[in-house]
């Protein structure tokens, strides 16, 4: 059976998702991105309505929406703030996706109701300043002193890092395998030890704080190792997996925003005598933005919706991945085009959305990476 209906209950979800989203967070937007903060009004609406426990059963305190409810949250929150959308998917995606992946139930009645209450945010930290797309070869190092592990290293580019209360940490703990010596740890934000640096100046995603986070001497208990010892980055690749869905559905967010934008702008602006609407070569940009969108949110919703059936998609997330986000930058700078000049200036959103539209083939596996994930799986490549 071959069904794209959403079930009423996804359809009111979007529903709600995008009158929030229109109400509370478009309007803010513009400065949030001028301030490099998203109020901490928002972020408590946001939680009062389940966007922060997306992910989360409702037994720990989440709104148990699925891959395909996260799905659709984040695209009506990118509509209007590719920034928030990105503190969503990483708080949802990467930290909560980790701990609800990898941790013992223990763990995970520790550590989750807070987070998916929305009491705090939550950070997730695998990038370091020499390692990027080759993840593995992460120098973060933990050694078990006693009853604690004592963590040393740099982490970069950390979402959500100068707020989080609660960091996913992958750190070295053995020599002998480069992918198989990660373990992850749990580590909040008040161990002593743990700093962050300032929030970087980013050419987009402004409204969402990105950090580098230091390691120094931090002590946490023997409980708080997240999953098996020497097996974080097995962990790692299916987090990243089910993260790139989100990153799917905000590139096509992102996306409809820009059509969005555009057409309203072309309908109202006249040039030879009638308005940019009535000029084919618009029109036909404009039928491209919407095919192209369209696409991608069928990849995406594909993705999700094997997640959601409990099937692996490292090859549905990374195409649904790599198509949205190049979609999305093209989608954006066509909107750019369509408005003209206005659509160069600040005052109209669509250069704020095509900044924020570039991180999407960058976070998360860059569109080389996820290239890679498919030419390795089409011509049956070892992972190497
Ligand atoms: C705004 C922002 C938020 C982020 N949030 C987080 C976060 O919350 N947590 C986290 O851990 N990380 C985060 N990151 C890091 C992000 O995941 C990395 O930036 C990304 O994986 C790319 O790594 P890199 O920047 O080191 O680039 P590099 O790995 O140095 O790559 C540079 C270029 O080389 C290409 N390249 C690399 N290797 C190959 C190859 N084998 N073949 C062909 N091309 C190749 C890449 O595609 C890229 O174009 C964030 C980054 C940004 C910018």
New binding site residues.
């Given amino acids: 059976m071959l069904d794209f209906e959403l079930t009423d209950d996804m359809i009111a979800l979007r529903d709600m998702a995008r009158r929030f989203a229109a109400d509370e967070i478009g309007p803010h937007a513009r400065k949030w991105d001028q301030t490099g903060e998203i109020s901490s009004d928002a972020i408590s609406k946001m939680a009062k309505l389940g966007f922060l426990g997306t992910l989360v059963p409702s037994d720990l305190d989440g709104a148990e929406l699925g891959y395909l409810g996260n799905a659709i949250v984040i695209e009506e929150v990118a509509r209007h703030c590719g920034g928030t959308a990105l503190m969503l998917a ?1 708080h949802n995606g ?1 930290c909560l996706g980790h701990i609800l992946h990898a941790a013992s139930e223990e763990q995970k009645r520790q550590f989750i109701p807070p987070l998916a209450r929305g009491e705090m945010l939550g ?5 370091e300043p020499g390692s ?3 993840a593995a070869a992460l120098k973060t190092r933990a050694v078990l002193k006693g009853d604690e592990w004592v963590l040393n290293g740099a982490k970069m ?3 959500n890092g100068h707020t989080a209360g609660v960091f996913v940490v992958l750190a070295r703990t053995s020599d002998e395998s480069k992918s198989r010596g990660i373990s992850a740890f749990i580590v909040e934000r008040n161990r002593p030890g743990l700093s962050t640096g300032p929030k970087e100046d ?1 050419m987009g ?1 402004r409204a969402s704080d ?1 950090v580098p986070v230091t390691l120094d001497e931090v002590r946490v208990p023997k409980a708080n190792l997240c999953g098996q010892l020497n097996n974080g980055f097995i962990d790692t690749l299916k987090v990243l997996e089910r993260g790139r869905i989100g990153i799917g559905a905000l590139s096509v967010g992102l996306a409809r925003g820009a059509l969005e934008e555009s057409l309203s702008y072309a309908k109202q602006r006249e040039q030879f005598g009638k308005p940019l609407t009535g000029h084919q070569t618009l029109q036909f940009m404009m039928a491209d933005m919407a095919m192209e969108i369209d696409a991608a949110r069928l990849l995406v919703r594909k993705a999700a919706w094997l997640q959601d059936r409990g099937e692996g998609t490292e090859v549905e997330s990374a195409t649904a991945k790599l198509f949205a986000s190049e979609m999305a930058t093209r989608a954006c700078l066509n909107g750019i085009q369509i408005c003209g000049g206005y659509g160069y200036m600040k005052e109209l959103p669509i250069e704020r959305l095509m900044r924020d539209a570039k ?1 999407c083939e ?8 996820q290239r ?1 994930i498919i030419a390795r799986s089409l011509l049956q490549l070892d992972k190497g």
Avoid: P
């Avoid at 950070?123 to 990038?127: R, V």
């Avoid at 960058?362 to 990476?369: H, K, L």
């Fill in positions: 990483a990467l950070a997730w930290c695998l990038t990027g797309s080759d580019f950390i979402t980013k995603m990105t991180l960058i976070g998360e596996g860059s569109s080389q990476v890679m």
